[in-house]
T-cell receptor, first 115, second 116 residues
């Protein structure tokens, strides 16, 4: 089955620690995205990548970093510089420029809690 | 002012009711309009997609877009308890370079509960 796999599903972090969230897709999509979801705020774009070895900051990139070394993978690192990292993180992919609609396909999310 | 405004609810209705979910937006460049459904502790999934103005129907769901008023709606007929979820509107523009594909702007989401 094609889809997006995020891991871990739940993660606890102590303040001052960096953590990396994994996102893998087997949909052969060019574009991948990371969103953050907080109650009452909808989804906010952190980073996106339209092609391997290239990525762009979204609306709330501060305190986060990404890499896109392979088409299938787009890991997100939440650094200690992120002031309020407790949130639900969603990875998504789309066919990018080949898409007619820009529809996003989402993973099941990773819930990060800072203790 | 946010680019996309959506009433977060929560909205609670009895089974069989007609549900109306709405979003307003300010960016007149938006051309692609979507509704995503998100069950608790899951990722959103695309429910309806509409290009430009007009209506689209799929079973019990109808999406409407009024670009002149910058207003979109999702109607759910004969609502079921399985419709209980958060509904997110999303929209995107299409710039000259086509690089904004997939860069969706989301509303805050409306939490819907349909009780038996």
């Amino acid at each position: 089955d094609g889809g997006i796999t995020q891991s871990p599903k739940y993660l606890f972090r102590k303040e001052g620690q960096n953590v990396t969230l994994s996102c893998e897709q087997n949909l052969n999509h060019d574009a991948m995205y990371w969103y953050r979801q907080d109650p009452g705020q909808g989804l906010r774009l952190i980073y996106y990548s339209q092609i391997v070895n290239d990525f762009q900051k979204g609306d709330i990139a501060e305190g986060y970093s990404v890499s896109r070394e392979k088409k299938e993978s787009f890991p997100l690192t939440v650094t200690s510089a992120q002031k309020n990292p407790t949130a639900f993180y969603l990875c998504a992919s789309s066919a990018g420029l080949a898409a007619s609609t820009g529809e996003l396909f989402f993973g099941e999310g990773s819930r990060l809690t800072v203790l | 002012q946010k680019e996309v405004e959506q009433d977060p609810g929560p909205l609670s209705v009895p089974e069989g009711a007609i549900v109306s979910l709405n979003c307003t937006y300010s960016n007149s460049a938006f051309q692609y309009f979507m509704w995503y459904r998100q069950y608790s502790r899951k990722g959103p999934e695309l429910l309806m997609y509409t290009y430009s103005s007009g209506n689209k129907e799929d079973g019990r769901f109808t999406a409407q877009v009024d670009k002149s008023s910058k207003y979109i709606s999702l109607f759910i007929r004969d609502s079921q308890p399985s419709d209980s979820a958060t509904y997110l509107c999303a929209m995107s523009d299409r710039n000259a370079g086509g690089t904004s594909y997939g860069k969706l702007t989301f509303g805050q989401g409306t939490i819907l509960t349909v009780h038996p």
